[in-house]
């Protein structure tokens, strides 16, 4: 399984971005689908994930500014970022769960290679 990312860059603080990953390779078009990131010094942490029947989690720290959304044709994922702080600054990591429904008990199976977003003051 490949897991694609793009869309990283540099914006100023309450700009936006929107990140896109596609998956290719042996894997359930039915797997969650989702965002991590770790910034310089920290830990990875969770973003969002969406289940392919459209279910979404967010971390509270981004609710009310990201939103992801999927297509399951691909099945392709995008992560819109508004209203960007600076401590969004980060690595965004694309990643696959298998299952259905997501298991914040459980790391993800497949992670992509990172977008960097870097968000200046």
């Known amino acids: 399984v490949q897991l694609q990312a793009s869309g990283g860059g540099t914006v100023q603080t309450g700009g936006s971005l929107r990140l896109e990953c596609s998956a290719s390779?042996?894997?359930?078009?039915?797997?969650?689908m989702g965002w991590f990131r770790q910034g310089q010094g920290q830990e990875r942490e969770f973003v969002a994930a969406?289940?392919?029947?459209?279910?979404?989690t967010y971390a509270d720290s981004v609710k009310g500014r990201f939103s992801i959304s999927r297509l399951n044709a691909n099945p392709t994922i995008y992560l819109q970022m508004n209203s960007l702080k600076p401590e969004d600054t980060a690595v965004y990591y694309c990643?696959?769960?298998?299952?259905?429904?997501?298991?914040?008990?459980?790391?993800?199976?497949?992670w992509g290679q990172g977008t960097q977003v870097t968000v200046s003051s």
């Open positions: 969406i289940t392919w029947r459209g279910g979404k």
């Open positions: 390779g042996r894997a359930y078009t039915t797997d969650v």
């Open positions: 990643v696959r769960q298998r299952g259905q429904g997501y298991n914040a008990d459980r790391l993800p199976d497949y």
